[in-house]
């Protein structure tokens, strides 16, 4: 069992519908990370959060630290969302290390 | 800021060849990382630097070698490339340790060992 999973797998949606992308994770971290990675491969930072929620534009990350859970949400999504998104955490115990689930391609049809 | 920086963008190598894959960044971040993502995989952790003059293995680190004589530079070595490093390497940096700070991603470098 991978210590970040990541569902659904792939996703496919219609241009303005709402979007959960989920990561659970099974050891104690430090922070949670949320990326995109673009159709041809750049890998940016959408958010780093430890507690809460944040929100940016029409994306939003909660996190619950009891539960391990983190959700990515996409409001109005759009065909310039499509991307793979990926799930990342800093274990408590690793430092300077993070662990990536596998990722979940979006595809937003226009 | 030009970012993190990589080059090669694309690579074919020979099995049995060497190569450097090189990695620049003009932050001023202290922490830099290489990674290797295979089709379908999470990113995996090659090697990463907290500083010039200090590295340490990620998970994977068998075949590969690093080192970090300036804070801006992180080169990784390939000795002795094999089909099973055929992948696309990141390079990335951070300024402070990851639980603390965002990661800033290079463009990545295809390699292909044939």
């Known amino acids: 069992k991978n210590e970040v999973e990541q569902s659904p797998q792939n996703l496919t949606a219609q241009e303005g519908e709402f979007i959960t992308i989920n990561c659970s994770y099974s050891?104690?971290?430090?922070?949670l990370h949320w990326l995109q990675q673009h159709p041809g491969g750049g890998i940016v930072s959408l958010f780093m959060?430890?507690?809460g929620k944040k929100k940016h534009g029409r994306l939003i990350a909660t996190i619950n630290i009891q539960e391990k859970h983190s959700s990515l949400h996409i409001t109005a999504s759009h065909p310039r969302d499509s991307a793979v998104y990926i799930c990342?955490?800093?274990?408590?115990?690793?430092?300077?290390?993070?662990?990536f689930g596998e990722g979940t391609q979006l595809t937003v049809n226009p | 800021n030009a970012g993190v920086t990589q080059t090669p963008k694309f690579r074919i190598l020979k099995i049995g060849q060497s190569m450097t894959l090189q990695c620049t960044q003009d932050?001023?971040?202290?922490?830099m990382y290489w990674y290797r993502q295979d089709p379908g995989m999470g990113l995996k952790l090659i090697y990463y630097?907290?500083?010039?003059?200090?590295?340490d293995k990620g998970e994977v680190p068998n075949g590969y070698n690093v080192s970090r004589s300036t804070t801006e530079d992180f080169p990784l070595r390939l000795e002795l490339a094999a089909p099973s490093q055929t992948s696309v390497y990141f390079c990335?940096?951070?300024?402070?340790?990851?639980?603390?700070?965002?990661?800033?991603f290079g463009p990545g470098t295809r390699l292909t060992v044939l």
């Open positions: 990335a940096s951070s300024y402070r340790r990851l639980g603390a700070d965002t990661q800033y």
């Open positions: 050891v104690g971290i430090s922070a």
């Open positions: 959060l430890s507690s």
């Open positions: 990342a955490v800093g274990e408590e115990t690793s430092g300077s290390r993070l662990t």
């Open positions: 932050m001023n971040h202290n922490y």
């Open positions: 630097s907290v500083g010039a003059g200090i590295t």
